[in-house]
């Protein structure tokens, strides 16, 4: 079975672009989380999608969204970028909605993000 | 507050030696999961271990155990026969419900353990 795929891996952008980011879950999988890693912030929550709907989101300025699409597949998009985004930018795969606090999450591999 | 607290920042453990990471939480939730990735320097996060707030016994994998002292509020990782491929960075995190009682995959997660494995 196919891990999560994220694209595209390494992305460079200009101060003041928007980007957008891709996470296919795991073939069956139907919640997808987004993280940011940074060194200075550590990993943070972004958002979660069950069902192409956004069940929870973390504390970041309006900037930051994303979408569910009806196959999981994940986008999260980033508009006026600022150098501070720089990060790894993490995407999780779940098979089922958290009803129950006790199965795993799978990474993908990130997108490494630099604003220059 | 919930939060996970890993007071390590870094270790070394020789080759063949068992290494215990350190991870406490706090939560006033009953119900929690309590999960330990891997991230070497490629980035991305594996997946090692799982134990929920009710398993009554240590999760293990491989040569992956969980102390899991509830009271205390710990749930260490110990990684026996540590090998050169176990350097990395471990992360322990923590699921719970959302505040309304209803579901989340949210993690969170501590600031991490860079364990270098010496030949």
């Known amino acids: 079975k196919a891990g999560v795929t994220q694209t595209p891996r390494y992305l460079i952008k200009t101060r003041g672009q928007q980007v957008t980011l891709s996470c296919s879950p795991i073939s069956g999988h139907r919640s997808v989380s987004w993280y940011q890693q940074t060194p200075g912030q550590g990993l943070q929550f972004l958002f979660e999608?069950?069902?192409?709907?956004?069940?929870n989101k973390g504390n970041f300025p309006g900037r930051f969204s994303g979408r569910q699409f009806s196959n999981s597949r994940s986008e999260m998009n980033v508009s006026t970028l600022e150098l501070g985004d720089s990060a790894l930018y993490l995407c999780a795969s779940s098979p089922l909605e958290g009803e129950r606090v006790g199965y795993e999450q799978y990474f993908g591999p990130g997108t490494r993000l630099t604003v220059t | 507050a919930q939060k996970i607290t890993q007071t390590q920042p870094g270790m070394f453990v020789q080759e063949k030696e068992a290494v215990t990471l350190d991870c406490t939480y706090d939560?006033?939730?009953?119900?929690?999961?309590l999960f330990w990735y891997k991230q070497p320097s490629s980035g991305e996060m594996i997946f090692l271990i799982y134990?929920?707030?009710?398993?009554?016994q240590n999760a293990t994998e491989g040569r992956y155990s969980l102390n899991f002292q509830k009271a205390r509020k710990s749930a260490n990782l110990v990684i026996s026969a540590s090998q050169l491929g176990d350097s990395a960075m471990y992360f322990c995190?923590?699921?719970?419900?959302?505040?309304?009682?209803?579901?989340?995959?949210?993690?969170?997660f501590g600031t991490g353990t860079l364990l270098a494995v010496q030949p």
């Open positions: 999608y069950f069902s192409e709907t956004q069940r």
């Open positions: 939560t006033s939730d009953q119900s929690y999961g």
């Open positions: 995190a923590m699921r719970l419900k959302m505040n309304y009682g209803g579901a989340t995959n949210k993690l969170i």
């Open positions: 134990q929920g707030s009710y398993d009554e």
